[in-house]
Nanobody
């Protein structure tokens, strides 16, 4: 059974950086597209970025130029490097996996992690 575990969240000042990790177990990362999503209090969950099996990447406009998604196949882990963080980036961040498609449409993803909280505040 595929399992995803996020880590790396925390409290950071505006302008700071964090690197989130999404560790897969139960299967090889090679076979999955991975998406990152976030949900702020009182708001709907939104897509942040994805990386496909072909390493194609995509970013939401709100994070383009500040966030970078990458993967380490031997470690079965996907990373989301977040730079120049803003208070509006505060949210619970989730990763999700799909064996067929890479997208910011959350409904296509079959497996989800439990999330890691990111708080950007001075």
């Amino acid at each position: 059974q595929l399992r995803l575990v996020e880590s790396g969240g925390g409290l950071v000042q505006p302008g700071g950086s964090l690197r989130l990790s999404c560790a897969l177990s139960g299967d090889d990362l090679d076979y999955y597209a991975i998406g990152w999503f976030r949900q702020a209090p009182g708001k709907e969950r939104e897509g942040v970025s994805f990386i496909g099996t072909d390493e194609l990447t995509h970013y939401a406009d709100s994070v383009k130029g500040r966030f970078n998604i990458s993967k380490d196949i031997p470690k079965n882990t996907v990373y989301l490097q977040m730079n120049s963080l803003k208070p509006e980036d505060t949210a619970n961040y989730f990763c999700a996996a799909d064996a067929l498609f890479a997208s910011l449409v959350q409904g296509i993803y079959d497996a989800w992690g439990q999330g890691t909280q990111v708080t950007v505040s001075s």
